[in-house]
């Protein structure tokens, strides 16, 4: 593929052509807004002038909100004084989401007189004008079948070919080791002799044309291409007129990174039943353009967004009809319109009330300077750069470095014993929360300053909760493992994403949590422990009927279930385990329960967790008792013989005896007329097979003395064929009458019995 790719080149050099690398990606111009200023109104005019182009003034960035989908909301404000022109330039992605989300506010009382953009033609509808039939990104091959049948002089191999070119072959060519190679192309081209010639087209292979507009047809093609580069870029202008100083805001949506969430648990030394949770937001600015002191809000949710191409000029398929040609027309006839009364369908629109949005404010201990969001806790005594100046004192070991593309930096000044207490970097106020619809803000109270093409770790909380070190195991999950059974006692919703342990000074490890809401109280889990061994010692499912009704013959059975499930602990430790342990939980229906007295320290829908403690080189046992009801229907049926089932059931219900035994008796008589009935029937097969033999016999002796004996033998067969047949229909008519009173035996038993009340 080299090759050919050399050969497109080889084709440009010898049109003297400059062939834009427009294949290559180029880094997008992102979103700057600027205001222009119209010229002063001439005296006496009673109009603005024509807007000047000389004084721009930036309409800077002073708000960022960034959702969890990739998208960004992006406020800009400023001041504008008389009629003014604001210009934002976006790439035709990000014109996409501007033009759906676009909002404009003069709070002056002017107004916005107009939004343009520049629109150009897609390329695809531009090379439909040419008439090489080339797309915008053409294989080599394709360049040169669309110069089939044009004059082309072919230099480098030997004397210079002159003629038209026929095609451009593909061939497959066998070298002396018997291996095929699949790169070589040929030119075929009628020389002006008349003569066909072929030439493998090669690195020195060069390719003229001679048709001046050919020529000029190609040079048109590449220009297009080289003029979409200049279509990645989108002036929107919108035109604000009024009179005197007033404020500017332009919101819109873009895509974005998506902000990651990063937290640390930090135990002191001596403990307390509390950590310090300590809350980060990664945030990447990658848009192009600085956030100077913006404010910057983050929110952990996904709303609903899509991109259209708004910006691009939409062609539809319009139908194709033949022209008619000598068609004669016949008279017709048409329908007349309905007369009706016109109705105006045009009404106020309901307006929506608006939920007020709540929200709370958390304290959170820390120290940030006026320029920034702080100095910024530098895990380590430090200044804090990019964000904003100051110096924070830092809560980690000595680590060279910057956080963040040099937002914060870190380094020295704290002994080397180790992580045991959080930074002093925060204070209350510095961060609030709010809820509105599903989701949650994270809202920075100071400024934030993040260079474009930087990226910045952001605080969002930093507090005391309630945590407590355990053992986590489950059956499905056969290894025990360290977690921390954390307590959101904060009044904001941690969303999802990894932290870090630290205990006794040192970094114990780390893990994933789900978002965790005020008051929540949730296990994280961040290493194995080896010293904790478990195993299950039993599993038992125990049935026993509960309770038995039976109402118009269906039967209700009410078993009690007892699901037994042991467990051996082993801490082998040289402190005392607190070991939870997930048994699963039963959902076969309401009214399931723990027996002994047991009682669950968490349930979730799908386990308990029990804690049990475990004293130093130990071991402790857990049994752990579930029993609730689980219901049997069987419906009584006279067609059916369930004897069997009925004896099993009185084994269990031996009170039910009296009620069941006419039950059993009936069926049991049912059961012998079946018997009977094809008794009957297999007498019936042999006597009319016999009448068969002996017919068949007579037939054949006839006038014979020997037939007389037939005679008697079929008269005989006949005659105990006729009673069998009656004895059948007897027992058939006895059957259904058993089973007529069966049914009303049934549908007229009532009966109710509950083990508890024996």
């Not at 070298?175 to 008349?194: C, M, P, R, T, W």
């Not at 009024?242 to 135990?267: A, C, D």
């Not at 008051?519 to 599993?539: H, N, P, W």
Request: with cysteine.
């Amino acid at each position: 593929m080299g090759r050919i790719n050399l050969l497109l080149i080889a084709v440009a050099f010898s049109l003297n052509l400059a062939i834009p690398l427009n294949l290559c990606a180029q880094a997008p111009a992102r979103p700057t807004v600027k205001t222009n200023q119209e010229a002063p109104a001439q005296a006496g005019s009673g109009k603005s002038a024509a807007p000047s182009l000389g004084v721009i003034k930036d309409l800077p960035v002073r708000k960022v909100v960034l959702y969890k989908n990739g998208v960004g909301y992006f406020e800009h404000a400023g001041t504008v004084n008389g009629s003014q022109r604001v210009a934002v330039d976006f790439t035709s992605q990000q014109l996409n989401d501007v033009l759906q989300s676009l909002t404009a506010l003069d709070e002056g009382g002017g107004r916005i007189s107009g939004v343009n953009f520049n629109s150009t033609t897609p390329i695809e509808e531009q090379l439909k004008t040419l008439a090489l039939g080339l797309k915008a990104f053409p294989p080599t091959i394709a360049v040169y079948q669309a110069l089939r049948g044009q004059r082309v002089e072919v230099t480098g191999a030997g004397a210079p070919l002159t003629g038209r070119l026929v095609n451009i072959e593909f061939r497959k060519q066998t070298d002396k080791n018997g291996q095929s190679s699949e790169d070589h192309y040929f030119l075929i081209v009628a020389s002006d002799a008349g003569a066909l010639r072929t030439e493998e087209l090669t690195d020195s292979i060069s390719v003229r044309m001679i048709d001046p507009s050919l020529q000029k047809q190609f040079q048109n093609y590449l220009e297009i291409v080289a003029s979409a580069q200049d279509q990645q870029v989108r002036h929107l202008v919108l035109e604000d007129r009024g009179n005197g100083e007033r404020q500017l805001r332009v919101s819109y949506i873009s895509e974005v990174p998506v902000w990651k969430s990063t937290y640390r648990i930090v135990f002191p030394r001596e403990s307390t039943g509390k950590a310090t949770m300590q809350g980060w937001a990664v945030v990447d600015n990658t848009v192009g353009a600085d956030w100077d002191n913006v404010q910057l809000s983050l929110v952990a949710g996904a709303p609903q967004s899509f991109i259209q191409p708004l910006s691009q000029p939409l062609y539809t398929h319009r139908v194709e009809i033949p022209i008619a040609t000598n068609v004669e027309t016949t008279p017709q006839t048409h329908e007349a319109a309905e007369m009706t009364q016109a109705k105006d369908i045009n009404g106020p629109l309901p307006t929506a009330a608006t939920a007020p949005r709540p929200s709370a404010n958390f304290a959170m201990q820390s120290r940030a300077n006026a320029s920034g969001v702080a100095g910024m806790v530098g895990m380590g005594s430090g200044s804090g750069g990019g964000i904003g100046s100051g110096n924070g004192s830092g809560y980690g070991p000595g680590v060279g470095g910057n956080v963040g593309g040099g937002i914060y930096r870190v380094g020295g000044g704290v002994p080397a014993s180790g992580v045991d207490r959080a930074s002093d970097a925060f204070q209350q106020g510095d961060v609030s929360t709010n809820a509105f619809d599903d989701f949650f803000e994270y809202a920075l109270a100071q400024p934030v300053t993040i260079h474009k093409n930087e990226s910045a770790m952001v605080p969002i909380l930093q507090q005391e909760l309630p945590a407590e070190h355990v053992t986590l195991w489950s059956e499905q999950e056969a290894t025990p493992l360290r977690a921390v059974w954390l307590e959101n006692k904060s009044t904001l919703t941690l969303d999802s994403g990894s932290f870090s342990i630290f205990e006794a000074g040192d970094f114990a490890g780390e893990g994933l949590l789900d978002p965790i809401h005020p008051g929540e109280k949730r296990l994280l889990s961040y290493a194995a422990d080896q010293a904790v061994r478990i195993r299950v010692t039993s599993g038992v499912t125990k049935r026993k009927l509960h309770h038995l009704a039976i109402t118009h013959g269906v039967i209700v059975e009410t078993w009690l279930d007892v699901v037994l499930r042991g467990y051996s602990i082993v801490n082998s430790a040289d402190v005392e385990r607190v070991v939870l342990i997930e048994t699963p939980r039963q959902n076969s229906g309401p009214g399931w329960v723990l027996g002994d007295d047991l009682k669950a320290a968490e349930t979730t829908p799908t386990l308990y967790r029990f804690e049990v403690k475990v004293a130093p080189h130990s071991t402790a046992t857990l049994e752990v008792n579930q029993h609730g009801p689980i219901n049997t229907n069987v419906t009584l049926n006279a067609n059916q013989n369930q004897t069997n089932f009925l004896l099993e059931l009185l084994k269990q219900a031996p009170e039910a005896l009296d009620k069941l035994k006419p039950v059993i008796d009936a069926q049991n008589g049912i059961a012998d007329l079946d018997q009977k009935i094809q008794q009957s029937k297999n007498t019936e097969e042999t006597a009319s097979a016999d009448e068969a033999r002996d017919r068949d016999n007579l037939t054949a002796l006839k006038g014979n003395d020997a037939a007389k004996r037939f005679v008697d033998e079929l008269n005989h067969a006949e005659d105990l064929l006729q009673s069998t047949r009656k004895q059948t229909a007897d027992l058939e008519q006895q059957k259904q009458a058993a089973i007529d009173k069966l049914s009303a035996l049934i549908s007229s038993l009532s009966f109710d019995w509950n083990v508890e009340e024996k």
